[in-house]
């Protein structure tokens, strides 16, 4: 019998981990966003028809090897499907578009991050710089989402839209990936 509820408990386990970890998705190039991954709940307080909830995270852990440290970080930009959500009969491919170039653009400051943190000579006070250079990388990303949404008017603009998605794209070449 005790057998029987511990195969439960690990089960239950199991089950709530995958489903916590199952309401982020990291940006892939090959896995576009679709409109049921918006399953937050709506703000009744926001007047656009759709939100979309990114976020940067970071990582790393140094060694020290000949007197010398290194640094290795693990980066990654991610969508948070509980946080993200669209009003109902509002799902329109135009709109996801708009939605998945705001991930795009994370993905594409995840990777800003990447180069920022691998080509800092650290001092005896990396944690600070470290924090530094995130916090200087979040504001450059907020102003980033900014503009492109009053550039676009929030996707109503469509040649704005289409200047963006090719500006985007290109950057994300030119980018280093992590």
Same mark, same amino acid.
């Given at each position: 019998?005790?057998?029987?509820?511990?195969?439960?408990?690990?089960?239950?386990?199991?089950?709530v981990?995958?489903?916590?970890?199952?309401?982020?998705?990291?940006?892939?190039t090959?896995?576009?966003?679709?409109?049921?991954?918006?399953?937050?709940?709506?703000?009744?307080?926001n007047?656009?028809?759709?939100?979309?909830?990114?976020?940067?995270?970071?990582?790393?852990?140094?060694?020290?090897?000949?007197?010398?440290?290194?640094? +290795?970080?693990?980066?990654? @930009?991610?969508?948070? $499907?509980?946080a993200? *959500?669209?009003?109902?009969? =509002? %799902?329109?491919?135009?709109?996801?578009?708009?939605?998945?170039?705001?991930?795009d653009?994370?993905?594409?400051?995840?990777?800003?991050?990447?180069?920022?943190?691998?080509?800092?000579?650290?001092?005896?006070?990396?944690?600070?710089?470290?924090?530094?250079?995130?916090?200087?990388?979040m504001?450059?990303?907020?102003?980033?989402?900014?503009?492109?949404?009053? +550039?676009?008017?929030?996707? @109503?603009?469509?040649? $704005?839209?289409?200047? *963006?998605?090719?500006?985007? =794209? %290109?950057?994300?070449?030119?980018?280093?990936?992590?």
């Open positions: 019998m005790k057998s029987i509820y511990f195969v439960l408990i690990v089960a239950f386990i199991c089950c981990s995958g489903s916590l970890h199952a309401q982020t998705i990291k940006w892939d090959n896995t576009p966003l679709t409109w049921t991954d918006f399953s937050g709940t709506i703000d009744k307080n007047p656009y028809y759709a939100h979309t909830q990114a976020r940067i995270n970071y990582n790393y852990k140094w060694r020290k090897s000949d007197y010398l440290f290194t640094y +290795e970080f693990k980066i990654d @930009a991610g969508f948070e $499907k509980n993200s *959500w669209v009003r109902p009969g =509002k %799902e329109s491919p135009e709109l996801l578009q708009h939605e998945q170039l705001h991930f653009i994370s993905e594409l400051f995840a990777r800003k991050l990447s180069v920022a943190f691998n080509t800092k000579k650290y001092t005896a006070n990396y944690e600070q710089e470290i924090k530094d250079i995130f916090a200087q990388i504001k450059e990303v907020g102003a980033m989402q900014e503009k492109y949404d009053a +550039e676009t008017n929030h996707s @109503a603009n469509k040649d $704005k839209q289409q200047e *963006w998605e090719t500006y985007v =794209k %290109e950057q994300l070449k030119q980018t280093p990936s992590y």
